[in-house]
């Protein structure tokens, strides 16, 4: 089985061998539809990675400019398993990375050998990944969220109030498009969502009136857009090609568009090799960011001694339907989760009133 699934990496999509290592790497995630999130960040681990071993050993701090540029940089075809580990090491040892940290940069690395390079990773050797510790999630009690939702405001708190009741990802409730929202069967259609896969969950009735009253605003701002010559939104390339005319349509606009224009990154030149086509400028969706500082903020204003994050409202979401009596595969398929034992953790963690053991103290 394992030789059949090399076998077919090999004859995957190539990229074109006389662009820089750089460039191929854009090219191949492009081909494939990675997120410009991910790109990003695989690249800055692959960069890192040839750093470390640039002229046979790693850069140190103490390394005069001018000996940094006697140093020669060796391509990835040249290094293998020893190489690897010897960052992976160094990312534990030295710089201190958690496991997830870790686990991201010898995810890009997997990528830059089999999908770029087409050397199956396979023929490296086995190489450990690192353990991740269980920890205890950080859940909300009802009156918690109640109090949070209650001091935020603006977009913020509809976009936080929007991923309580739906149990949505903060990424995902961003990237809501509004054909995605469906007011008459209640439901939230989440498209490309963690591994790529789309699934739906319920919308809550507190918020259709907010939410169409919300759009309105949004659909004006559209309209504005296109009256000064933009309004096209982003679009995977596959849409672009088959539905030229959609990114300017409305229901393919974000739910939660940013307040300003930007240029579009995919039409940005990146050096002798880039794009050569002009920029374009779009309204991207809010920034998580800004998401992120209001969820903390809020906490600290509603007195809430806990690390409320707005994945904390996901987490609230999945145990309190738990401890509603709602079973778990109903509550794995709300999440995505592609194996029930991730939704057991919030077993865990929910309250049991007469099944748990109870302290000799209360006794």
């Excluded at 290592?21 to 960069?47: D, G, H, N, P």
């Excluded at 603006?154 to 309580?164: D, F, S, V």
Aim: hydrophobic share 40%; net charge positive; proline share 6%.
């Amino acid at each position: 089985m394992e030789a059949a699934n090399t076998s077919k990496r090999g004859e995957g999509f190539r990229p074109n061998p006389k662009l820089r290592l750089r460039e191929q790497v854009r090219e191949v995630m492009r081909f494939k539809q990675f997120s410009l999130r991910t790109e990003e960040a695989y690249w800055v681990w692959i960069r890192q990675f040839l750093a470390f071993h640039r002229g046979g050993g790693p850069l140190t701090p103490a390394l005069s400019p001018e000996g940094a540029r006697e140093k020669t940089w060796r391509h990835p075809r040249e290094m293998g398993k020893p190489e690897i580990e010897a960052f992976l090491s160094h990312l534990t040892t030295h710089k201190k990375v958690a496991a997830a940290t870790q686990n991201q940069a010898l995810n890009a690395l997997v990528f830059l050998y089999r999908e770029v390079l087409h050397q199956p990773f396979d023929e490296l050797g086995a190489v450990e990944r690192p353990l991740r510790r269980p920890k205890v999630l950080v859940v909300l009690s009802k009156g918690e969220v109640q109090r949070l939702l209650t001091v935020m405001e603006g977009t913020p708190a509809l976009i936080a109030r929007l991923l309580y009741g739906t149990g949505l990802r903060l990424m995902e409730g961003l990237r809501l498009r509004v054909k995605d929202l469906d007011f008459e069967r209640n439901q939230v259609v989440v498209h490309d969502g963690k591994g790529f896969k789309d699934r739906v969950t319920m919308l809550p009735d507190k918020l259709k009136l907010e939410l169409q009253q919300h759009l309105e605003r949004v659909k004006i701002l559209h309209e504005q857009d296109l009256a000064a010559g933009c309004g096209a939104v982003w679009l995977p390339g596959a849409l672009r090609t088959k539905y030229p005319k959609a990114e300017r349509e409305w229901i393919w606009q974000w739910v939660f568009p940013a307040k300003g224009l930007a240029v579009d990154p995919e039409t940005r030149p990146h050096g002798a090799h880039g794009v050569a086509r002009p920029t374009i400028l779009r309204r991207h969706h809010v920034n998580e960011m800004n998401v992120q500082r209001a969820v903390k903020a809020a906490a600290v204003r509603a007195g809430i001694a806990k690390a409320v994050t707005p994945h904390t409202l996901r987490h609230s979401f999945a145990t309190h339907l738990l401890e509603n009596g709602y079973d778990i595969r109903t509550v794995q398929d709300l999440l995505g989760h592609k194996d029930v034992s991730t939704t057991q953790i919030y077993t865990h963690v929910m309250q049991k009133p007469g099944l748990g053991v109870r302290s000799p103290l209360d006794t």
